[in-house]
């Protein structure tokens, strides 16, 4: 009796072998002993699902993250589906995303600017409580349906890249969306100073901030958008890759407060602290705000989202390298050719 109760368990635990709370979970799938190795082995994945790798092994990934063939796939239908909205949906969305940027902002602020006495002799530490509480908006943003310039210069990039969207619908998503954070940004600034939230050490990180970021050069801002866009990207990018919300939670988070942590230069972020500090007096005007922080980071956001991740991932994985996918392709079948015409005794790769 005792047998078969085993095998049972045996076989229940083979059953649920497939699934971990820790992801990704990798089940490799057992190789043939002394078996002949060819290159047509290497997939050039024009096979690849969800849950395969482009390794030798075919491991296998559990559903909760997709491969990056995919993920790529699904950012850019995020953009299509941005784009292809009617303009007042994507100013209402990108309105509603100025303001969970300000949300995510104004807790920042107002927990890492009030550890003065601990900061003044720890300056890191103002860093990391900054950079660990700013992402809750791009949570908020991604998991609500809501549209920043940042992210969609990136996904509506790369839906254009994938011949998904026409070039008038690219432009009506960037300059909605843009304009909403505006709006969105601005009006929860007003909102904070209005009830008084912008006071004390609050308010003192705000205009030093703005100061700050004020002071770069013309170059030096642009290529610190740049980065930071890079970032944001990949945040978006790697929140889409999982499909459950603790994944997307990690996917964001890390990007997000790297950036911040580095100190570099997001628009919309910036769209919020401007005005804050304009509000409270700071050592800066309107047209320092707008001709040294907003034009360059604007351009320089744009550039990361439109070339450095929709542009080279739609290479990788996309309409952008195709034909060298295809001359790859090309390559692996001549040489198995080749190779089996020398060597006949190779074994075919199942």
Known sequence: MKLPIAALLFLAAQGCSGYSFTQPMRVAVPTVAKRSYTWSMISDGSDRSERKSLDISKTTYTALVKSPRDAYRAFAEKGMSNAKMHWLKILHQSILGGAYV??????????AGNISGIGFTNPGLVKMTFAALFPVNLLLILMT????????????AAAKFERMVYWRELWKSFGVSLLGNVIGCVLFAYTANYIGLLKGGTG?????????KCSGTFGQTMVKAILCNWMVSLAVFMAGASNDLAGKLIGCWFPISTFVAIGLEHSIANLFIMPCALLLGAKITLQDAIVKNLIPVVI???????FVVAGSYSYQFGNLGK???????E???KYEIRKRNETPEAVAFE
């Open 331 to 333: 390559y692996l079948a």
């Open 204 to 212: 003192a990180l705000a205009s030093s901030t703005a100061v700050a």
């Open 145 to 156: 349906g809501g549209q920043l310039f940042t992210g969609n210069s990136s996904t509506v």
């Open 102 to 111: 300000g949300f995510g902002g104004l807790l920042a602020l107002s927990v």
């Open 300 to 306: 320089g956001n744009a550039i990361a989202g439109a």
């Open 323 to 329: 034909k060298s996918r295809e001359r790859f392709r």
